[in-house]
């Protein structure tokens, strides 16, 4: 572990102050017995032991927030070792390497816990460990084994080249573009206004469909009679379990996404609270519904969506790019062995 980690380690609660340790660590080397000066060492052991792995990789997770802010250059310098176990180490490039991998935006959050830093960590020193044991088993000299470190290579040359294509990109200006998308497609951009209601449900799971949709026009009158008894119609007839909670209040009930078409529909014929809607069927059974909120739907002006819009395009522009640049490497001529080509169908079949 880096002496900078480690300092933080022993900093916490229950230790000596670390810098204290030491210079009593050097002063022992001058001046005490040599049996002296192993007994301060291991009393720094036992202290380092007592502290469990989380506290470890709580402060490891820091060092590497930390050090994702800045570009590091040394990569094998000592101040840049994270870790080290059995010869193989992980410094702070590892893991910028790694994180390549990982989609810049998903990066923070992939990082923003100890316990997947640890994972990362103990995953890389092993693949490193491994290698160790392979190259001094002569294992990176099989033909076979040299094709796969190629084609590792050309992968991760492949990745870095469109990552690099896409920085260079000039990215035109596009605010005209987006004032025309939000004129062409305003609805698009509408925020849609909201939707509080409160429902009685009649399933048909006890009575045939003749009595549940008598039953629900006769709540329907009830309801239209008095509005103010909605909630206590609710606790008395409907069969929506959920009512226990949520007393038959449904929340963004215009979400069509969220709930049956049919109910969304009569929802949004709703105009004004308090307002009962006629019998409702749907894929539950029969519905009675009461407004209680209805927001209108506004309509943000073109300066309100410009960023938006503008992300987008741009967002589109790199990926048709990408796909025009990729699509004109693929479009070149390829010269093809028929025969070994024909071949590759029967090459890894189990020979019974």
Known sequence: MRRDLIDAILAQPGCNNPREMWSELSEAGRRVTPARFDHVKQQRRDKLKRFNRKTVWVLVAGVLAAGSAQAVDLAGAPSTVIASRGGATVTISDIDAFAQK???????????????????????????????????????????????????????????????????????????????????????????????????????????????????????????????????????????????????????????????????????????????????????GYHVIKLIVRTPDVVPSFAEVKDRILAELKRNYIEKSVRGHTDDLRNMPMDTNADLLNSLRSRFLIKQ
């Open 102 to 284: 990982i989609p810049e935006d998903k990066r923070p959050g992939y990082f923003n816990s100890p316990k997947r830093i640890e994972s990362t960590i103990d995953n890389i020193l092993l693949a490193k460990q491994l290698s160790s044991e392979a190259r001094s088993a002569g294992l990176d000299k099989q033909p076979l084994v040299q094709l796969q470190i190629e084609a590792a290579t050309n992968e991760a040359l492949s990745a870095a080249r469109m990552q690099q294509y896409e920085r260079d990109l000039k990215v035109p200006d596009m605010t005209a573009l987006a004032q025309e998308e939000f004129i062409a497609h305003k609805e698009k951009y509408v925020q849609k206004g909201e939707f509080v209601v409160e429902h009685i449900l009649i399933t048909t799971a006890s009575r045939s469909d003749d009595e549940a949709r008598k039953l629900a026009e006769t709540i329907a009158q009830k309801a239209k009679a008095d509005p103010a008894q909605f909630e206590s119609l609710v606790e008395q007839y409907s069969d929506d379990q959920s009512k226990v909670t949520n007393h038959g209040k449904v929340e963004d009930a215009g979400n069509s996404k969220l709930y049956d078409a049919a109910f969304v529909d009569a929802v949004k014929k709703l105009d004004k609270p308090n307002e009962i809607s006629p019998v409702v069927k749907s894929a539950f």
